[in-house]
């Protein structure tokens, strides 16, 4: 057989381009990932991002070749196409739109939303011309191969760049935050000392945040939010209530941003990988994912680096998802059993209509009609299992501060023994149940 360096070189490319598709190739061990990555290179390929902690490697592999000796390779553990992964702020019934990847820029356009102007060319068969909004690569009609003309801004665009309110929450302890207690837990500490990752379309600038650092794992160096979800989410787990902002569920906290999603709420497999990765390398205690995919997928690539994450004592909270009670399980990485899984509930004690229903979530937060911080300096309300997750998260940063010498691993068994049952549900709507963070003033010793 092929060494599993010269099988990849045989069907990967330097570059995106009209036959290729990024792939993720997970090998079963170092002395693999070593001798394949040192072929690539002196063959002139660079991967699109490579993990050595975690034997991962992603190529954009030529479709034009099988990859069935690739798949059978001894070396090989997995190998998976580079899924879209979106924020998971909820979205009206049936709006989820399938989405496909630009081969020249490879941002992400739902099929709909690329333009699908009738070409007025002598095209008698009047196919559509279709246009990425990202980067305007324009494929030609396949008729008469003539150009589109540059497409102007989209609606969600102009929707995206408008102000928001600045005029707050209306209390500096918004109802959500009461609901899980944390009011109670600030007696005893505020969560100083914990860093805490958001993996997400990025952070702020905004008054009522304190950013200490982050990353940009998709383009550029800056971490800066350019969609909003990333900031309301951030405001839910660490809003400081300055200028007039409302208390997140631990104000002292430690906040870092990843940037792994873009600026209309979607992103790749791989950049939530790497998103990991940093957090691994830059000792996260904490890492709250309001994002996933559908149920049903599977990604072994991610749920290999999620148990990396955790086995080097990182809490990771991952948001259910947003399929309501007919989703037939909850989205990927909340299905890990690594991962803490939130479901979302309303301001009367109802688990939310979008939150999905299943096996493996754990806690229920409030996600519902949630307040928080937004673009330009603004504050705005919000809903989805995304919203409720970074309570849970905030709410793991109060307890390992509480309690110095508990480990990541800890953090779950005690957060579940302290959850309100709400009637009428059962656990695959609420898990164990509603989120009780008042027992972090009194409780001092980790679970054995």
Avoid at 104 to 123: A, G, I, P, T, Y
Avoid at 343 to 362: M, P, V
Avoid at 370 to 397: F, R
Wanted: proline residues 4%.
């Amino acid at each position: 057989m092929k060494s599993i360096g010269k099988c990849l070189c045989e069907c990967a490319a330097n570059s995106p381009g009209k036959h290729t598709k990024k792939h993720i190739i997970s090998l079963r061990s170092r002395k693999a990932y070593d001798e394949a990555i040192k072929e690539l290179k002196l063959a002139g390929i660079k991967p699109a991002h490579a993990w050595r902690g975690s034997c991962i490697i992603c190529l954009h592999l030529d479709q034009r070749i099988s990859l069935k000796e690739l798949h059978r390779h001894h070396h090989v553990s997995s190998l998976e196409k580079d899924v879209i992964m979106r924020a998971l702020g909820a979205s009206p019934k049936g709006s989820r739109k399938s989405l496909v990847s630009c081969e020249s820029c490879e941002s992400f356009e739902s099929n709909k939303s690329r333009s699908s102007e009738r070409s007025r060319s002598s095209c008698k068969t009047r196919k559509s011309h279709v246009s990425c909004e990202s980067c305007k690569f324009r494929k030609p009609c396949r008729s008469c191969h003539k150009p589109l003309a540059r497409q102007q801004r989209s609606r969600s665009r102009q929707i995206a760049a408008r102000v928001q309110s600045s005029k707050g929450c209306g209390s500096r302890i918004p109802w959500n935050i009461q609901r899980v207690g944390a009011p109670a837990a600030w007696k005893k500490t505020l969560g100083r000392g914990i860093r805490l990752a958001v993996i997400d379309t990025g952070i702020g600038p905004h008054p009522n945040l304190t950013v200490a650092g982050g990353a940009n794992v998709i383009s550029g160096s800056s971490y800066r939010d350019d969609n909003g979800h990333g900031t309301h989410v951030s405001g839910i787990a660490a809003g400081r209530g300055r200028s007039g902002g409302p208390l997140g569920v631990a104000p002292g906290v430690s906040l870092y941003a990843v940037k792994a999603l873009d600026n209309k709420g979607l992103g790749s497999l791989s950049s939530i990988l790497d998103g990991l990765e940093w957090c691994i390398k830059n000792r996260m205690k904490v890492v709250n994912m309001s994002l996933g995919t559908d149920s049903g997928t599977k990604s072994p690539a991610l749920q290999r680096v999620v148990k990396r994450a955790h086995k080097n004592g990182i809490v990771l909270v991952a948001a259910a998802g947003n399929s309501g009670k007919n989703s037939g399980g909850i989205d990927i990485p909340a299905v890990y059993p690594e991962t803490i899984a939130v479901a979302a509930s309303g301001r009367s004690n109802q688990i939310a209509e979008f939150s999905s229903r299943g096996k493996g979530i754990e806690l229920t937060a409030p996600g519902d009609s949630i307040c928080s911080c937004w673009l330009n300096d603004g504050y705005k309300t919000e809903s989805g299992t995304s919203m409720s997750t970074p309570h849970v998260a905030g709410g793991a940063a109060l307890l390992l501060a509480a309690n110095p010498g508990m480990k990541g691993s800890q953090v779950a068994p005690m957060l579940k023994r302290w959850t309100r049952k709400l009637p009428n549900y059962n656990s695959s709507s609420q898990g164990q149940g509603l989120l009780q963070l008042s027992k972090t003033a009194t409780a001092f010793n980790p679970v054995k």
